[in-house]
């Protein structure tokens, strides 16, 4: 594979503080820090990723977490 680069393979640094968030847990401030960015880049593309409906606000304080986590079933009828 000549004139491949290795960068096309890897994450960019907001895919990477994406990641953290749904894998670790990092609030968006943490995760932007670590991944070296800025904490405005990363909450543009958590609202990217909120329209797109791969990450969502917990209804019951309001943390960003991916929108699986989060069990609808348990809420009351209102909080979706």
């Known amino acids: 594979m000549q004139g ?3 960068t096309d393979l ?3 640094k907001t895919q990477d503080a ?3 968030i749904k ?3 990092l609030t968006p401030y943490a995760a932007a820090k670590e ?3 800025t904490p405005t880049t990363l ?3 958590i609202r990217r990723e909120e329209a797109k409906g791969a990450m969502a606000s917990c209804p019951c ?3 960003v977490v991916s929108s699986e986590k ?3 079933s348990v809420l009351k009828d209102d909080a979706k």
């Open 4 to 6: 491949c680069k290795t």
């Open 10 to 12: 890897e994450m960019s």
């Open 18 to 20: 994406l990641r953290l």
């Open 23 to 25: 894998d670790k847990g």
């Open 70 to 72: 989060i069990d609808y």
């Open 43 to 45: 909450y543009a593309a």
């Open 35 to 37: 991944a070296g960015i």
């Open 61 to 63: 304080c309001g943390t």
